[in-house]
């Protein structure tokens, strides 16, 4: 599986933006980078995800190097509500691990008032 | 529209016991997972289903786990014997319908305790 590299955590102050980074040196080129977060005693929510361009959403910016090998996460205005675990994923494509999450430690971020 | 359903959300046994868990996915999905989240790490994929077959079972301690899709809806994951360190949140994700395909959407896990 290919993996993800995170730092273990980080902090924000409320409505300021926080760049969230993740490496992946050995992403193949099929491999979509998704973003997922998990808020305390809650059940992991997709952020966004994206290929080789970048992409924006409701509730998030997805940044990816030209090389792919770094992609970065940005929450625009961070609020309290944003306090969770932050996942870096790469989703394999094709075959019979199509869909399949391999999540890892993930960033812890920290939202202060 | 609802999400992934779960049941029961705790269950406390004591070890030999077994247990059974409970997920009934977003209506339309084919695809759905059973996770286990041991405290401080992120989830592990025990099983992946497509419909009623098994895509993934890979991970899945066979000795003890079994799971079931029958009729390609609602799933049941089973432990027998439980042992101390299958202490863990057992997450239920689904996904699949035409329009959010690249998402899985998570229940909100059944934490099981055994002692």
């Known amino acids: 599986d290919a993996k993800t590299t995170q730092p273990n955590s980080m902090e924000s102050n409320e409505e300021e933006p926080v760049h969230l980074p993740c490496n992946h040196s050995t992403i193949s080129g099929t491999d979509y980078i998704h973003w997922y977060r998990q808020l305390p005693s809650q059940g992991p929510e997709y952020v966004i995800h994206?290929?080789?361009s970048n992409v924006n959403n409701r509730m998030a910016s997805l940044a990816i190097a030209e090389d792919r090998k770094s992609s970065t996460l940005i929450l625009h205005r961070a609020t309290l509500r944003d306090a969770a675990v932050y996942y870096c994923?790469?989703?394999?494509?094709?075959?019979?691990?199509?869909?399949?999450?391999?999540f890892g430690q993930g960033t812890i971020l920290t939202v202060h008032p | 529209e609802a999400g992934v359903a779960q049941s029961p959300r705790y269950k406390i046994i004591e070890k030999r016991q077994s247990v059974a868990f409970w997920c009934n996915p977003i209506?339309?999905?084919?695809?759905l997972y059973w996770y286990q989240q041991i405290l401080g790490q992120g989830p592990k994929l025990l099983i992946q289903f497509q419909n009623n077959g098994v895509v993934d079972d890979s991970q899945l301690p066979k000795d003890r786990f079994s799971a079931e899709r029958l009729k390609g809806v609602d799933s049941t994951l089973k432990i027998q014997p439980a042992k101390l360190e299958d202490s863990a949140v057992y997450l239920c994700?689904?996904?699949?319908?035409?329009?959010?395909?690249?998402?899985?959407?998570f229940g909100p896990g059944t934490r099981l305790t055994v002692l």
């Open positions: 994700a689904s996904s699949g319908d035409r329009y959010t395909y690249n998402e899985q959407f």
């Open positions: 994923i790469l989703r394999e494509s094709g075959g019979t691990s199509y869909g399949k999450l391999t």
């Open positions: 209506s339309g999905h084919a695809t």
């Open positions: 994206g290929l080789t």
